[in-house]
Structure formats: C-alpha cells, structure tokens
T-cell receptor, first 109, second 114 residues
Framework: QKEVEQDPGPLSVPEGAIVSLNCTYS??????FMWYRQYSRKGPELLMY????GNKEDGRFTAQVDKSSKYISLFIRDSQPSDSATYLC?????????FGKGTKLTVNP | GAVVSQHPSWVICKSGTSVKIECRSL??????MFWYRQFPKQSLMLMAT?????????EQGVEKDKFLINHASLTLSTLTVTSAHPEDSSFYIC??????????FGDGTRLSIL
C-alpha cells in the first residue's frame, strides 16, 4: 500500500460546480497536510496548509482533515475555469513531504 | 510574488552535456533545500535534501555522482545533472524547507536531453 493515495482523475466539471478532491494515507505519524495547485509546466503552488484534524477555509477553498479515517479533502466552491490545474495533496511528519499523484481538474466554461 | 527563484525554466541540450539548475531563496534564508523530479503524469519524487554548508543526502536509487548538489550559501542551491542522457529528461523542482512551516517551490526546470 502506498503511503498516500490520490485518484489521478481526470475530473471535469462545469463552471460554478463544487469540486471535491480527496487523498487517503496510511502513515498515522503524518501531522501536517497540504494541498498544492500545479499548472502545466510550473512548480506547485501552496493552496492550503493544516495541522492535525479539522477544517480550514480560505475563500472558495476548504480543506478538511480526518485523522481517524486517514482521509483529507479539498473543496472548491463556485469553481472557475482558472481553477483548471492538477491538485496535489502532500503530508508530512517532519520536513520531508510525501505527495499524492495529483488529480487533474478541468472546469469548463 | 515568488519566494523561490529557479533557473533556467527550460533547457534543451545534447546527450553527454552537464546542466546546472539554480534555486535562489528570495528575502529569506533557506537552510534546507529539497530537490524533486517529476515525470509526466507522475507525482513529485524526492531526489535529495541539501543543507547549507554540508553534503546533500540522497534518496535511495539516486546517483549522487550524477546529480551533484551544492548548497554553499543560505540563498543558493544548485543541482548539476552531469553527462545527461535522454532518460534524465524530466521536470526538476526545488523546494525550501524550514521546520514544519508551509513550504514553497520553485517554478521548475524542464530538462530535455536529445
């Protein structure tokens, strides 16, 4: 079993839809959870950063962490075509990050 | 704005050439820099961790003599791909590391070896 599992998609939604992206993990030592957005041929851009369990909201983005289920989610409300990108989950117990494979999202106008 | 500046963004060169990639931290001191490689439709794979003033730590399977990492100052880390071959063609990305605070990536270098 891989440390971090993420459905690679692709995921295609209409503009304005609510998008749900998820990752599961197996290492119970992970304490820090991140979501990155990566546009084609660019470096990942940090979107959300959470510590331990709970929810965090930033504008149209909400990150949820459920450590009991080893499951994290990213919700995007009122999705826009500019949200089209690959979304990577990442997590760590220290400085080394372990990444999911990324989910490719396309928001259609 | 960018907190990590990575150059070049894209390089094409002949097989056997050595290529140097630079990552500079802007407005802060990066004691640790992580170097990743990303193949198409794959996740980021950690290659090595460099700490300022000391030898880099390489992940299993990564040839340290082929991927030379230098972290001579708190603002600059370099990765040199020596005698590059087509199988080294990939997207190389650096990331700062400073404890457990949110991290920042460079914009990546697309390396194409002919």
């Amino acid at each position: 079993q891989k440390e971090v599992e993420q459905d690679p998609g692709p995921l295609s939604v209409p503009e304005g839809a609510i998008v749900s992206l998820n990752c599961t993990y197996s290492n119970s030592a992970f304490q820090y959870f991140m979501w990155y957005r990566q546009y084609s041929r660019k470096g990942p851009e940090l979107l959300m950063y959470t510590y331990s369990s709970g929810n965090k909201e930033d504008g149209r983005f909400t990150a949820q962490v459920d450590k009991s289920s080893k499951y994290i989610s990213l919700f995007i409300r009122d999705s826009q075509p500019s949200d089209s990108a690959t979304y990577l989950c990442a997590m760590s117990a220290g400085e080394k990050l372990v990444f999911g494979k990324g989910t490719k999202l396309t928001v259609n106008p | 704005g960018a907190v990590v500046s990575q150059h070049p963004s894209w390089v094409i060169c002949k097989s056997g050439t050595s290529v140097k990639i630079e990552c500079r931290s802007l407005d802060f001191q990066a004691t640790t820099m992580f170097w990743y490689r990303q193949f198409p439709k794959q996740s980021l794979m950690l290659m090595a961790t460099s700490n300022e003033g000391s030898k880099a730590t390489y992940e299993q399977g990564v040839e340290k003599d082929k991927f030379l990492i230098n972290h001579a100052s708190l603002t600059l880390s370099t990765l040199t791909v020596t005698s590059a071959h087509p199988e080294d063609s990939s997207f190389y990305i650096c990331r700062t590391g400073s404890g457990n605070q949110p991290q920042h990536f460079g914009d990546g270098t697309r390396l194409s070896i002919l």
